[in-house]
């Protein structure tokens, strides 16, 4: 089994919309192989709580042109770690520090990402900025 379309439609547009606020390293994870309750994990950070938090506004703002609503939002107040339900794609917007301790991207690393057709926006991992590696 894999995300439907429907699916990578919604995480394409969460990217998207996360990318024009300008939040890095933006990836997108198939998790429906592992998880029943959703498809895609859309993971993206920002250097500050304030920043967080206009990636999440952004995010709810576009989903909400597709009549899209969170079914559950956590961590607004903090600005650290936002999540945001919309069932069959679960938004992630991390804090850059909290994206290296909590490393999601290598806890579902067995997982394939989503293709988020972002191209022209500089994407680096969460990984070389612990390993020390430089994109080039």
Known sequence: MSATEQSISIARTAAHAAADKIAQ???AIDVSDRLAITDVF???SAPSERQVNAIVDGI?????????KPV???????????LLDYAQVV???QHEEDRVFYA?????????SVDL????????????????????
């Not at 709810?60 to 042109?65: F, G, R, V, Y």
């Not at 999601?104 to 394939?112: E, H, I, M, S, V």
């Open 60 to 68: 709810e703002e576009e989903l909400s042109k597709q009549g899209l």
């Open 72 to 82: 559950r939002r956590e961590g607004r107040s903090e600005g650290r770690w936002v």
């Open 104 to 112: 999601l991207d290598r806890l579902w690393k067995d997982c394939p």
């Open 117 to 136: 057709e972002l191209e022209g926006t500089l994407q680096s991992s969460p990984q070389a900025a612990v390993s020390g590696d430089v994109a080039e």
């Open 42 to 44: 859309v993971i993206a």
């Open 25 to 27: 390293d933006i990836v």
């Open 91 to 93: 938004v992630h917007v």
